[in-house]
T-cell receptor, first 113, second 115 residues
Framework: GAVVSQHPSRVICKSGTSVKIECRSLDFQATTMFWYRQFPKQSLMLMATSNEGSKATYEQGVEKDKFLINHASLTLSTLTVTSAHPEDSSFYIC?????????FGSGTRLTVV | AQTVTQSQPEMSVQEAETVTLSCTYDTSESNYYLFWYKQPPSRQMILVIRQEAYKQQNATENRFSVNFQKAAKSFSLKISDSQLGDTAMYFCAFIRGGGADGLTFGKGTHLIIQP
């Protein structure tokens, strides 16, 4: 089946620094990828839709200058959390929609100290 | 906009019992899909079952089946012969037809299977 690979699985960064999360489609081309955030004991909330070759679409309330999304190829989307703060600590999950249905990456646990 | 409601934050049943998780949704769309996802402690999202709105027949996958009531906008998940490995968070999710949107999730139900 279609596989979405997400790296890193865990990252700890200092407050004020930036961190990049990668999401790759391994055996299919993904013109669109989705980024979700999940706080502890909560559900997944859609942050943004990443479109290959064009600007990402952000959900209401998501700061586009803080969460930079780049989808430069048909197999790679990246989420960069800029000037991270402790409140950005969360679990970030990417997904794509290949033929056959939604596929999720394994997620990235971000801790900002 | 769509909403998905799961009214059971936590459920606990004995191994081998049958359990039903509830989900209701609200939408004005006529073409859409509904899903149940399982999220174990590893936090990997695992598709349990999907239902196309245009299909009247309820979807089944081995021990998992749904009761899809389109008019009532209800989509419950039944797990038969529950196993310890079924312990996880279960999320109900909605997407309108086309696949260009992200999923809308309910708040989830934490299912605990007791030995």
């Amino acid at each position: 089946g279609a596989v979405v690979s997400q790296h890193p699985s865990r990252v700890i960064c200092k407050s004020g620094t930036s961190v990049k999360i990668e999401c790759r489609s391994l055996d299919f081309q993904a013109t669109t990828m989705f980024w979700y955030r999940q706080f502890p004991k909560q559900s997944l909330m859609l942050m943004a839709t990443s479109n290959e070759g064009s600007k990402a679409t952000y959900e209401q309330g998501v700061e586009k200058d803080k969460f930079l999304i780049n989808h430069a190829s048909l197999t790679l989307s990246t989420l960069t959390v800029t000037s991270a703060h402790p409140e950005d600590s969360s679990f970030y999950i990417c997904s794509a929609f290949p033929p056959g249905g939604y596929t999720f990456g394994s997620g990235t646990r971000l801790t900002v100290v | 906009a769509q909403t998905v409601t799961q009214s059971q934050p936590e459920m606990s049943v004995q191994e081998a019992e049958t359990v039903t998780l509830s989900c209701t949704y609200d939408t004005s769309e006529s073409n859409y899909y509904l899903f149940w996802y399982k999220q174990p402690p590893s936090r990997q999202m695992i598709l349990v079952i999907r239902q196309e709105a245009y299909k009247q027949q309820n979807a089944t996958e081995n021990r998992f089946s749904v009761n899809f009531q389109k008019a009532a906008k209800s989509f419950s998940l039944k797990i038969s012969d529950s196993q310890l490995g079924d312990t996880a968070m279960y999320f109900c999710a909605f997407i309108r037809g086309g696949g260009a949107d992200g999923l809308t999730f309910g708040k989830g139900t934490h299912l605990i299977i007791q030995p």
